[in-house]
């Protein structure tokens, strides 16, 4: 798969544009899906991938996340975590769709549609080089940094 097969789309992004992954044609992506604004796990696994930023820019390469949440509520998430890279609202969930991330999950004895925790890599080029799923949130960004080393 690269994104050049992914579906013409355009999110909103929490920088005040639409984009679309082919806007960052021959940079490297990290693209991660994530359930909620605000949340416990959700506010770890960003600090973590903030907290490891200039690394992951030395390297060409550009962190995205994407939640079904607004860009209202994700610019709030962004000032209270202060995040340095851009969160995108699916709030239609197209792309989440489209990367199979709409799961079910029990919360609280009840089942409901939610994001699974899911990330994924693209080279400069486009390709899929790396895919997650599951993903734990602690220790998540330095995993998917140490892989990109490897890649190298």
Request: hydrophobic share 35%; glycine share 8%.
């Amino acid at each position: 798969m690269n994104y050049q097969n992914v579906p013409t789309f355009k999110l909103m992004s929490t920088s005040g544009s639409e984009v679309s992954l082919t806007d960052f044609k021959g940079q490297k992506i990290v693209l991660y899906f994530y359930p909620k604004d605000n949340t416990p796990g959700c506010t770890l696994e960003g600090q973590e991938f903030n907290a490891k930023l200039a690394e992951f820019k030395k390297m060409g390469v550009v962190i995205l996340g994407v939640s079904r949440d607004s860009v209202k509520s994700h610019h709030n998430f962004i000032d209270k975590c202060g995040f340095n890279f851009d969160l995108l609202s699916d709030a239609d969930e197209k792309l989440c769709q489209y990367f199979d991330v709409i799961k079910e999950k029990n919360m609280y004895g009840k089942m409901v549609l939610g994001v699974e925790r899911s990330t994924f890599v693209f080279d400069q080029n486009g390709k899929l080089i790396k895919e997650y799923r599951k993903v734990k949130a602690q220790g998540h960004a330095e995993e998917v940094l140490t892989d990109l080393k490897n890649l190298v």
